[in-house]
């Protein structure tokens, strides 16, 4: 008989990992739980935790939190507008809190070269809150009109001189109705005589225009600054290079941004939107054209010689064209070999006029000529192959080859692609310091737009970085905390943008209910255990799920097992008889086992051993 001491331990590894398994599937599934219910009591409560105040010097205050029923959502903070204020010196500062236009001066002027319909600078402006504001009382400059000229301009409280100080220039836009085409760029207007603000237009002369400007789907970011020639005086446009990063976003979300120049006395720049960095670069390499000219240019006087061969390769003067080359074969013949489909109606024609056709009317054949009625397909071609007069296809004939043309062959007299000689630029000139540009003393906005509502807000020109940083997070970030805390939680916003692009729907689905039928998958599946009443009633060890269902065995069992556990007691021969059956095959072993419970009692030599232990 085989031992059973080990059933035991076993059952207990087995309980042990089924624990371990559905521990771990409860516990992925409780995280999973927390994490949902996390991210939805932050959405739902829109950033409460947030200390608002702190970051924007008490411009934020917050609901008391009464407490709600369970049914309803907890409140949203509240965002209370307080004006931004300057932490240091600056050129200029603007946030339109007056609510009127004082300090800024209307353009009278016309522009040149224009229809007088439209030349006049006659577009509106007022200062007004945005029209769906999440912060009531914060107002700014508001561009009203479409299909107008608007210029409007300020002076600074003292001129910006390019000397050994950064320069910073920052506002926000915000494209209320989007924007079709048109700027929202600020000029700095240079410092001259013949400066008049009453009479602001295009050609008024500036230092650096700043600012997005959109038309048709070419989105750009302006900086461009006006270089002055040291020779000849006179002033050229440079143009910063293009941002890598995509702008559409910034014109098309009706948000307001934050749009900062930064430019600094070693002649690197860098333009940020919403306090990222999105170009940079160095007015020596990376504006167009260069601030400074090449010193070498080609010689206009130069001329290339009548003799220069500039062929890479000429045809082969020894070639010979074979005597066999057919240059007059045709490069299509008929197939010889094509047969006439049976059916084909040869004296039908493929258009007949329209039988049903009728002449208008209003037909005059002195005016119109013959009526003829519109020809239409032959009704009769539809069931046969075809009609007309049967002609045999063409095709591509095996014996052409086309004008014959000798090959080509290196050219030995190449002398390779003839450029002018080099000379001295005589307009050359190297300026190292193009940071240094003309000073200027007013802040203007010249623009033609085809889209009205253009939000303007905060201006700042100053020298302290700190301080922009400041100005920005009591204005543009204090807008940024009122949207965020009226916009919807994440779950919205995701069902919002499905419903705008429905191809986001695979995407969650792939990141929200794969994961989830993957732990059910992993906690419910496992290797099924066979029923206890599956084996059969033998001493044979079993795994250890049925072990436990043992107990319930008939007293008939208990007894057999009793009399076994007595009988390996008993003797050694014994002992080692039990170890041989347990090496001998499952056939034979379940044949004695099945032996030994019909009999229900030990055998004759058992019962021998047992008499001989008794005597003893």
């Given at each position: 008989?085989?031992?059973?001491p080990?059933?035991l331990?076993?059952?207990?590894?087995?309980?042990?990992t089924?624990e371990?398994?559905?521990?771990l599937?409860v516990?992925?599934?409780?995280?999973?739980l927390?994490?949902?219910?996390?991210?939805?009591g932050e959405?739902?409560?829109?950033g409460d935790?947030?200390d608002?105040?702190d970051?924007?010097?008490?411009?934020?205050?917050?609901?008391?939190?009464?407490?709600?029923?369970?049914?309803?959502p907890p409140?949203?903070?509240?965002?209370t507008?307080?004006?931004?204020?300057?932490t240091g010196?600056?050129?200029?500062v603007?946030?339109?809190?007056k609510?009127?236009?004082e300090g800024?001066?209307?353009s009278?002027?016309?522009k040149?070269?224009?229809d007088?319909e439209?030349a006049?600078?006659?577009g509106?402006?007022?200062?007004?809150e945005?029209?769906?504001?999440?912060?009531?009382g914060?107002?700014?400059?508001?561009?009203m009109?479409?299909?107008?000229?608007?210029?409007?301009?300020a002076?600074?409280?003292?001129?910006?001189?390019?000397?050994?100080?950064?320069?910073?220039?920052?506002?926000?836009?915000n494209?209320q109705?989007?924007?079709?085409?048109?700027?929202?760029?600020?000029?700095?207007l240079?410092?001259t005589t013949?400066l008049n603000?009453?009479?602001?237009h295009?050609?008024?002369?500036?230092?650096?225009?700043f600012?997005?400007d959109?038309?048709?789907e070419?989105y750009?970011?302006h900086f461009?600054?006006?270089?002055k020639?040291p020779?000849t005086?006179?002033?050229e446009?440079?143009?910063?290079k293009?941002?890598?990063?995509?702008?559409?976003t910034?014109?098309?979300?009706k948000?307001?941004?934050?749009?900062t120049?930064v430019?600094?006395?070693?002649?690197s720049?860098?333009?940020?939107?919403?306090q990222t960095?999105?170009?940079?670069?160095?007015l020596l390499?990376?504006?167009?054209p260069?601030?400074?000219?090449?010193?070498?240019?080609?010689?206009?006087d130069?001329?290339?010689?009548?003799?220069w061969?500039?062929?890479?390769?000429?045809?082969?003067?020894?070639?010979?064209?074979?005597?066999?080359w057919?240059?007059?074969?045709?490069?299509?013949i008929?197939d010889?070999d094509?047969?006439k489909?049976e059916g084909?109606?040869?004296?039908?024609?493929?258009?007949v006029?329209d039988p049903?056709?009728?002449?208008?009317?209003d037909?005059?054949e002195?005016?119109?000529?013959?009526?003829e009625?519109p020809q239409?397909?032959?009704?009769?071609?539809?069931?046969a192959p075809?009609?007309?007069?049967?002609?045999?296809?063409?095709?591509?004939?095996?014996?052409y080859?086309?004008?014959?043309?000798?090959p080509?062959?290196?050219?030995?007299n190449?002398?390779?692609?003839?450029?002018?000689?080099?000379?001295?630029?005589?307009?050359?000139?190297?300026?190292l310091?193009?940071?240094?540009?003309?000073?200027?003393?007013?802040?203007?906005?010249?623009?033609?737009?085809?889209?009205?509502?253009?939000?303007f807000d905060?201006?700042?020109?100053?020298?302290?970085?700190?301080v922009?940083?400041?100005?920005?997070?009591?204005?543009?970030?204090l807008?940024?905390?009122a949207?965020?805390?009226?916009?919807?939680g994440?779950?919205?916003?995701?069902?919002a943008a499905a419903?705008?692009?429905?191809?986001?729907?695979?995407?969650y689905i792939?990141t929200?209910a794969l994961?989830?039928?993957?732990?059910v998958?992993?906690c419910?599946?496992g290797?099924?255990?066979?029923?206890a009443a599956?084996y059969k009633?033998?001493?044979a060890?079993?795994?250890?799920?049925?072990e436990?269902?043992?107990?319930?065995k008939d007293?008939?069992?208990?007894?057999e097992?009793?009399?076994?556990?007595?009988v390996?007691?008993?003797?050694d021969?014994?002992?080692?008889?039990?170890?041989?059956?347990a090496?001998?095959?499952?056939a034979?072993q379940?044949?004695?086992?099945?032996?030994?419970e019909?009999?229900?009692?030990p055998?004759?030599?058992?019962?021998?051993?047992?008499?001989?232990?008794k005597?003893s």
């Amino acid at each position: 008989m085989v031992k059973k001491p080990a059933v035991l331990p076993l059952i207990s590894k087995g309980f042990q990992t089924m624990e371990l398994k559905w521990l771990l599937c409860v516990t992925l599934l409780i995280l999973g739980l927390v994490d949902v219910h996390t991210h939805d009591g932050e959405d739902d409560h829109g950033g409460d935790v947030i200390d608002i105040e702190d970051d924007l010097e008490d411009g934020v205050e917050e609901v008391e939190e009464s407490k709600p029923e369970a049914s309803s959502p907890p409140p949203s903070p509240k965002v209370t507008y307080k004006p931004a204020v300057p932490t240091g010196e600056v050129y200029f500062v603007e946030n339109f809190d007056k609510g009127t236009l004082e300090g800024w001066v209307l353009s009278k002027a016309k522009k040149d070269d224009t229809d007088d319909e439209i030349a006049k600078y006659d577009g509106k402006w007022e200062v007004l809150e945005m029209k769906d504001t999440k912060l009531p009382g914060d107002k700014g400059l508001v561009l009203m009109s479409r299909a107008k000229h608007h210029a409007i301009s300020a002076k600074l409280t003292k001129p910006f001189i390019f000397d050994t100080k950064p320069l910073i220039v920052q506002y926000e836009v915000n494209f209320q109705n989007g924007i079709e085409c048109g700027g929202a760029y600020v000029k700095l207007l240079s410092k001259t005589t013949e400066l008049n603000l009453d009479q602001f237009h295009d050609k008024t002369a500036y230092t650096i225009m700043f600012g997005p400007d959109k038309c048709g789907e070419d989105y750009k970011l302006h900086f461009i600054f006006r270089h002055k020639n040291p020779q000849t005086g006179k002033y050229e446009e440079k143009h910063a290079k293009r941002p890598d990063a995509d702008l559409k976003t910034y014109f098309t979300d009706k948000k307001t941004h934050l749009y900062t120049l930064v430019l600094n006395p070693d002649n690197s720049f860098e333009i940020l939107v919403d306090q990222t960095v999105v170009n940079s670069g160095n007015l020596l390499n990376d504006v167009t054209p260069a601030v400074n000219p090449p010193r070498e240019i080609e010689d206009p006087d130069d001329q290339k010689p009548e003799d220069w061969d500039e062929r890479p390769k000429i045809p082969d003067p020894d070639a010979v064209k074979p005597e066999d080359w057919d240059e007059d074969a045709p490069a299509k013949i008929p197939d010889d070999d094509a047969v006439k489909p049976e059916g084909w109606l040869d004296d039908e024609p493929e258009y007949v006029a329209d039988p049903d056709a009728e002449k208008p009317e209003d037909w005059d054949e002195d005016m119109d000529g013959e009526w003829e009625a519109p020809q239409i397909a032959n009704p009769k071609c539809e069931s046969a192959p075809g009609c007309g007069t049967w002609q045999r296809p063409m095709i591509d004939n095996p014996n052409y080859k086309g004008k014959w043309k000798p090959p080509m062959i290196d050219n030995p007299n190449y002398q390779g692609i003839w450029k002018p000689r080099k000379i001295p630029n005589p307009d050359f000139f190297e300026d190292l310091e193009p940071f240094r540009m003309t000073p200027f003393t007013a802040v203007g906005l010249e623009l033609w737009s085809m889209t009205s509502d253009i939000f303007f807000d905060n201006f700042i020109i100053c020298s302290d970085q700190v301080v922009a940083e400041d100005w920005a997070n009591d204005g543009w970030g204090l807008k940024k905390a009122a949207d965020g805390a009226a916009e919807p939680g994440v779950v919205g916003q995701m069902m919002a943008a499905a419903e705008e692009r429905p191809w986001l729907w695979v995407v969650y689905i792939l990141t929200v209910a794969l994961p989830v039928f993957l732990v059910v998958l992993f906690c419910c599946s496992g290797k099924k255990q066979p029923n206890a009443a599956e084996y059969k009633k033998t001493d044979a060890p079993q795994p250890d799920v049925n072990e436990e269902k043992e107990e319930g065995k008939d007293k008939a069992d208990e007894e057999e097992e009793e009399e076994e556990e007595e009988v390996e007691s008993n003797e050694d021969k014994l002992e080692e008889k039990q170890k041989s059956d347990a090496d001998v095959g499952s056939a034979s072993q379940e044949e004695e086992e099945d032996e030994e419970e019909e009999d229900g009692k030990p055998t004759s030599e058992e019962e021998e051993s047992m008499n001989r232990l008794k005597k003893s």
